[in-house]
């Protein structure tokens, strides 16, 4: 292990202050309407970047290029990039009259004030099929927005349920590849990770569950009237039960454009020339969201590179000792992790060496260090503001018209607050490790 260098971490400070600063500094004491959106995203990332690219004297400039080219062209960004153009391709060519008779089949056979325990639930079972929360978001989150619309339910609330749910089944699902990473790197099988991490996940899926029904029973909805029309909800059907059923997310969407496509040109919806326009202009409306997972890449590779990732490592170990430390110590260290790559399978494989170290040391089982692993990456995951699944649901509301801010679903994210309560509990209540 390299020396650690807290210096390194730099950079991720300069873009909490650009982005999370002066939104709020915007939004709440200067008072400007929509004060979140002032700031982008985009360019507060390359603020980081520049810090990180001035630190760190003795790798010449040329290097620090390659270094970032290796971070931004790893797998699981290249993954995200590829469901973020797919997904936009199937939103552009379903539009939002796909989504609106969904929202309405739904409402029509289920009670109005049902309607968002429902949307958590169908995202907690269909990301546990797809095992990918960005794909299962990606899906549900105009459903979400459609629902809030002719509804009187918060579209932020709406959103917020289909994350947590997404995140449900990111954790859990044996093909996700959360569970993937932790499973092999603490060398246990998945399916004894997954009894002790399904209790876990289901108590907090219960309790949210209760507070969603809760908080949607005091409202009254709005009286709903509309129709849907079953041909139009075909292209949504087929990459739900296509997710349900654990077909590859690629090939759920591409089936899902190739299916909307014929619908749109056979009922006479569109032209071949707008359908190919609507195809790129879905496409193009996930440019933010493709632009920050490769600049999150690149900042991440220099930051390892300088030390910062070790210098986290290095805290944990010295901080937390005995069993139940060490379990709140691997915890916190994916987490940490997580917050300076967002991106939790990339949080996973960092975390794995050291978290390995530490079960071995005061004897926690590998299943329940690759628990740990995967549950508090994606409780930290589900949360921060510029992580993927946040990034493609609020572009994917902006897409359908809705302008929500991240800052607006945070207060209502209740699942992973739930899973942090229920895993906490979990390692103070267990007598075994």
């Known amino acids: 292990m390299k020396k650690g260098n807290m210096w390194a971490l730099l950079p991720i400070g300069v873009f909490l202050i650009l982005y999370l600063g002066l939104g709020l500094t915007f939004e709440y004491v200067l008072k400007i309407p929509m ?3 002032q700031v982008p995203i985009v360019t507060a990332f390359l603020a980081a970047i520049l810090t990180a690219c001035l630190q760190n004297r003795s790798v010449s400039f040329d290097d620090k290029l390659n270094l970032m080219a290796k971070g931004a062209g790893n797998k699981d960004i290249l993954t995200m990039l590829l469901i973020f153009l797919v997904a936009g391709t199937f939103v552009g060519v379903v539009g939002r009259s796909s989504a609106q008779s ?3 089949f739904m409402l029509s056979i289920i009670p109005a004030q049902f309607a968002v325990i429902v949307l958590f639930v169908v995202a907690c079972f269909v990301s546990t ?6 794909g299962t978001i990606t899906l549900l989150t105009p459903i979400a927005i459609e629902i809030a619309a002719v509804s009187s339910f918060d579209p932020a609330l709406c959103i917020a349920t289909v994350i947590g749910g997404s995140m449900f089944g990111d954790n859990l699902s044996f093909i996700s590849d959360t569970t993937i990473a932790a499973c092999n790197g603490q060398g246990c099988e998945m399916k004894a990770k997954f009894r002790g991490n399904f209790k876990i996940a289901l108590t907090a899926a219960l309790a949210t569950v209760a507070v969603v029904g809760f908080m949607t029973a005091k409202q009254t909805p709005a009286e709903i009237t509309g129709s849907y029309q079953l041909l139009q909800m075909f292209p949504y059907a087929l990459v739900l039960a296509g997710g349900a059923i654990g077909i590859n997310v690629f090939v759920v969407l591409l089936a899902g454009v190739a299916s909307g496509s014929l619908i749109m040109l056979l009922s006479g919806q569109c032209t071949l020339i707008e359908l190919i326009g609507n195809m790129g202009s879905g496409a193009s409306g996930m440019f933010e969201t493709s632009m920050v997972a490769i600049l999150v890449g690149a900042l991440c590779e220099l930051i ?3 030390g910062g990732f070790d210098a986290i490592l290095s805290v944990i170990r010295k901080l937390f000792k ?3 430390g060490g379990q709140i110590g691997i915890g916190l260290l994916v987490g940490l992790m997580d917050i300076a790559t967002a991106n939790n399978t990339v949080a996973i494989v960092i975390s794995n060496p050291i978290a390995k170290e530490i079960s071995n040391e005061y004897g926690i089982a590998p299943q329940k260090a690759a628990c740990l692993l995967d549950t ?4 930290f995951q589900g949360v921060i503001p510029y992580g993927a699944q946040m990034l493609v649901a609020v572009s994917c509301a902006a897409e359908m018209g809705i302008l929500v801010s991240a800052f607006d679903i945070m207060p209502l994210l209740f699942y992973p607050f739930f899973l942090l309560i229920s895993s906490l509990i ?7 490790y």
């Open 322 to 324: 005995g069993p139940k």
């Open 426 to 432: 979990s390692i103070f209540l267990t007598a075994k």
């Open 102 to 104: 969904v929202a309405y």
């Open 35 to 37: 004060g979140f959106y």
């Open 376 to 379: 508090f990456s994606c409780i």
């Open 129 to 134: 099929a797809m095992g990918t929360s960005v």
């Open 304 to 306: 390892k590179e300088h």
